[in-house]
């Protein structure tokens, strides 16, 4: 590229040029195999560390025992170090006298008395045996007779409860092999060897750097229309999980000069570059037309057959590797695992990480986009005959989804569904994956929280999933969750919930909350009003006024939908999937009014009109009832606990 690239405000056909340089998109495979052509082979380098500081590290070469372990014959248990022979006859009913030596052997201690035949010597767990001895009797199987004479009454075999020289790790013998990866285990076995040195791969130092005019680092304040870098942290955490010496160097504004001289100084002293940001086709985005001028042979993918993830930009810099992640957090975690690790491990002298992948079952069908490899993210479950792999991603920008997710499965590019039933591998974002205690799939609801976090505080893991009371009711019927909580009202009988229940299914009564319209206070169309329905009517009589719907399958949407009838006013179309969600599409001028429960209201400031006292209840699958997480779960619902600490937050226990 030429040198004026670096002016930051370039023409605008220019612009328009560089936006445009990955519309030319590879197919995963495609990019994968040419990055790490462009990468490999190359030699892993290696150093020298104390073992307690390898941990996570490979092996950069065999290890040979240096000496036998035991280094000498020892006792298993507390006892006398004897003579086998001596004891032929001895039973309990024929007790064999045998005389004390004066010594008694402890751990550390050095024999000096030799075993003669018709003696024995006390000996503790793991002191040397005595010259002259073959076995060990166990105390409990002795009576003392005088201060110098004891009786045995078991006969003993050559070698028992003795651990010989070398019975476990012999000299010379091949201890652990080039490419182990340093745990726990691994560090105890060298201790045993008395090896205070070894030789390990190095850890591929990765420099970390987000971008973007919008981000502000954590414990910063938050300024208005900017958001949090979280993508920085993940990245760094990942980079360490996963073999890498993470440095992370801030977020650098979306500008080109600031940002080149950042990139330049991180491969001056880093091994890998990661940027999160920058790689799209905005015109702010300038990450990917820095990278062609930092080395040979610079970009080799940007555009990727990706769903979420087609920004994904590859690059070696004079034999680095440069990767530019999209901004979304999901996304960039997406193409993090599927594309980033496996290089990184192989940098880091690692194996592919075959603990992190699980086989799961889709309870559902899951559409696709032919032509691009689709990632989702999943919660595992646990079902009937196995693991289910519960869909439960919110979009690419989606952070929150990952508290919820245990990982993600991939669908292939030249696929358009994936059927319900279908087994299917699920990587792990961690290998100690853990499967909720408690499965909860339904209605969004804030006094859930309330309820929970006992129980989380006891150390079960709850896991709750928000797809509306419909949805709810659809997994709790599949049996792939303990509770639905739903709030349901059948019109013909004018009762909530039970009508709603199949067989395996049963009601538990959860509280009572009120549902309303909410809207900026000081709002003259809806201030002094004290009628949803007249309210609905004011925000109708005003075509400016924009309101914010919910998703289909909530109960609210139910409520919503007899409010308006055929209406179809501004912003119907709006749908999020909670009433948080709600409270802040009002309160943040992106709609004028809408439907949410009281609590999350008065938690948002903002003006609350009551429509109907509905029943959040719960949905109980029959045949999970036993299970340990929802018998606590009961135990908490009715505590006198949770009833204050929801009465508290503007619910209403029953």
Not at 13 to 33: G, I, Y
Not at 332 to 361: E, N, Y
Not at 466 to 493: M, Q, W, Y
Not at 509 to 534: C, K, S, T
Request: include cysteine; charged fraction near 20%.
């Amino acid at each position: 590229m030429s040198s004026d690239m670096t002016n930051t405000n370039l023409p605008k056909n220019r612009a328009n040029v560089e936006q445009d340089q990955f519309l030319t998109t590879l197919s995963r495979e495609d990019a994968l195999k040419r990055f790490e052509a462009a990468l490999f082979p190359r030699a892993v380098p290696g150093e020298v560390r104390a073992p307690s500081d390898a941990l996570g590290c490979a092996l950069a070469e065999d290890i040979t025992a240096p000496i036998d372990v035991p280094p000498f014959d020892r006792s298993n248990v507390d006892g006398f170090a004897v003579r086998s022979a001596d004891l032929v006859s001895a039973g309990e009913a024929s007790p064999v006298r045998v005389m004390l030596n004066d010594e008694v052997i402890a751990c550390g201690t050095a024999p000096t008395r030799p075993v003669l035949s018709g003696t024995v010597t006390a000996i503790a767990t793991g002191g040397p045996l005595p010259r002259g001895a073959d076995a060990i009797v166990m105390v409990e199987h002795t009576q003392p007779v005088g201060p110098r004479a004891i009786e045995i009454r078991r006969a003993a075999s050559p070698g028992q409860f003795v651990s010989y020289a070398g019975s476990d790790i012999a000299r010379g013998e091949a201890l652990l092999r080039a490419g182990t990866v340093i745990g726990s285990r691994e560090i105890g076995m060298l201790a045993a060897c008395g090896i205070a040195q070894v030789s390990v791969a190095r850890r591929p130092r990765v420099a970390i750097i987000s971008t973007g005019d919008e981000l502000v680092q954590p414990g910063e304040r938050l300024r208005s229309a900017a958001i949090y870098d979280s993508n920085g942290a993940i990245v760094t955490a990942a980079v360490s999980e996963n073999g890498g010496e993470a440095v992370f160097l801030g977020a650098i504004p979306d500008d080109e000069e600031k940002l080149e001289a950042a990139m330049r100084e991180a491969l001056e002293t880093c091994d890998m570059l990661v940027l999160s940001g920058g790689t799209s086709k905005g015109a702010g985005d300038v990450s990917h037309r820095i990278v062609g001028r930092l080395g040979q042979p610079g970009i080799i993918a940007h555009g990727i057959a990706l769903k979420p993830g087609k920004p994904l930009c590859l690059a070696v810099c004079d034999g680095k590797p440069v990767v530019i992640l999209p901004g979304f957090p999901t996304s960039a975690m997406f193409t993090f695992h599927d594309m980033v690790v496996p290089v990184l491990r192989r940098m880091a002298g690692l194996p592919p990480r075959s603990d992190a992948k699980v086989t799961a079952r889709i309870p559902m069908r899951i559409a696709s986009e032919l032509g691009r490899t689709e990632f989702v993210m999943v919660s595992l479950v646990e079902g009937a005959d196995g693991l289910i792999a519960y869909p439960t991603g919110k979009g690419s920008g989606a952070i929150t989804s990952f508290a919820q997710a245990d990982g993600f499965l991939r669908i292939d590019a030249l696929a358009d569904q994936m059927p319900a039933g279908t087994k299917v591998e699920v990587t792990l974002f961690t290998p100690r994956v853990r499967v909720p205690d408690l499965m909860i799939v339904g209605s969004h609801c804030t006094g859930l929280d309330l309820v929970t976090a006992p129980l989380a505080r006891a150390g079960l893991l709850v896991r709750s999933i928000a797809v509306g009371s419909l949805g709810g009711l659809a997994a709790a019927k599949r049996g792939e969750c303990d509770f639905a909580p739903i709030h349901l009202l059948d019109e013909t009988t004018g009762i909530y919930n039970a009508p709603f229940l199949d067989d395996g299914l049963e009601l538990v009564q959860g509280w009572r909350r009120m549902q309303g319209i909410v809207f900026r206070l000081g709002d003259a169309r809806f201030e002094g009003l004290n009628n949803a329905q007249d309210a609905v009517h004011a925000a109708l009589a005003d075509p400016s006024c924009v309101m914010v719907n919910r998703n289909q399958g909530a109960g609210t949407r139910v409520l919503i939908g007899r409010l308006l009838g055929d209406a179809r006013p501004e912003g119907y179309w709006n749908q999020p999937r909670s009433h948080n969600a709600v409270a802040a599409a009002v309160g943040q001028h992106r709609a004028d009014w809408g439907v949410t429960i009281a609590p999350v209201a008065r938690a948002a400031n903002l003006g609350f009109i009551a429509l109907a006292e509905e029943h959040y209840d719960f949905a109980l699958v029959t045949a999970r009832k036993q299970r340990p997480g929802v018998q606590a779960f009961l135990k908490a619902l009715v505590s006198e606990q949770s009833r204050a600490a929801l009465k508290l937050a503007g619910f209403r226990p029953v």
